[in-house]
């Protein structure tokens, strides 16, 4: 199944849905950063949720950064995504493994940690970049996520992100954030409560072979849900280039290049979103420090 988002609106327009399958992105991740089980269940939740959110920007130059550190094992997660849902992620610790909690699964709390921060960077186009950060509460991920809509963006959400990984691999992977409109009645969302807790994981439903309509309606227990705008695909790619890391090793200064060209014949740098290698020489340094 290829991975796709796409948005809903239940109850008339009063609540809005948006329902993401990851699955594949989240493999691409696990595959070039050689993630264990649990680093990619991690890592796999923040980048569907980036995922998600970068469905909503508008223009072209549009660029999300979410970053979150917690206290657990994992130490430091990164994801970037763009308008056209262009996703990149990093993670510190790339090999965590740990016991699995008392409910027979992945330790994703443990492992991120409950003490830390969600700093979310916006360049959506105005003279200065939208930032909002707010505390780490179980490192759950999906959890923490619902508290920053409500801290930084003053609104209420349910959210949720899944994971399923078997020994050869990420089997679904998936999410949704839930939105009530300002008209949404106290029915609308306990229909809407009621409807999640009977829904179950959001990975299963999608290992079920479930589409985003399907989950959309079993997550509302709406039947009547209307689609709307156009199906997103989101995908894992990193924009790195030769001329990116160029810009970088010149913010270096003049005085650290000729340092490095001192005493080293060769500078190899890698990208921490793809580990895609770039080499430099001498001579091409010093063409860097002339210019």
Do not use: W
């Not at 939740?45 to 223009?59: G, H, V, W």
């Not at 999906?142 to 349910?158: M, R």
């Amino acid at each position: 199944m290829s991975d796709k988002i796409k948005r809903f609106l239940a109850y008339n327009g009063r609540i809005n849905v948006i329902c993401a399958s990851t699955t594949n992105l989240v493999e691409e991740a696990r595959k070039i950063h050689d993630l264990s089980p649990l680093s990619t269940a991690a890592l796999g939740r923040l980048s569907t949720i980036c995922a998600i959110m970068s469905s909503e920007l508008k223009n072209s130059e549009d660029v999300l950064s979410i970053e979150l550190k917690g206290n657990g094992p994992i130490g430091k997660m990164i994801t970037v995504g763009n308008s056209n849902c262009e996703i990149k992620a990093c993670i510190e610790n790339t090999k965590v493994d740990l016991p699995l909690n008392e409910d027979g699964k992945l330790d994703v709390g443990m492992a991120v940690g409950s003490q830390g921060y969600i700093n979310v960077i916006k360049d959506i186009g105005l003279k200065e970049p939208y930032v909002g950060i707010v505390p780490i509460l179980s490192g759950e991920i999906a959890d923490d996520f619902a508290n920053y809509f409500v801290k930084s963006e003053g609104q209420e959400a349910a959210v949720a992100l899944g994971v399923l990984v078997s020994k050869d691999g990420v089997k679904s992977a998936g999410g949704y954030l839930i939105k009530p409109m300002p008209d949404a009645t106290n029915e609308d969302i306990s229909n809407v409560e009621q409807a999640i807790f009977k829904a179950g994981a959001i990975s299963k439903m999608l290992d079920k072979g479930l589409n985003l309509e399907e989950i959309a309606k079993q997550i509302t227990a709406d039947e009547n849900i209307k689609e709307i705008g156009e199906e997103i695909i989101p995908k894992y790619k990193c924009d790195c280039s030769k001329e990116k890391f160029e810009r970088g090793l010149i913010s270096l200064g003049k005085q650290e290049l000729e340092n490095i060209i001192n005493t080293q014949d060769i500078v190899e740098t890698t990208c921490q979103f793809c580990n895609k290698k770039y080499e430099f020489t001498k001579n091409e340094i010093k063409k860097l420090i002339q210019n």
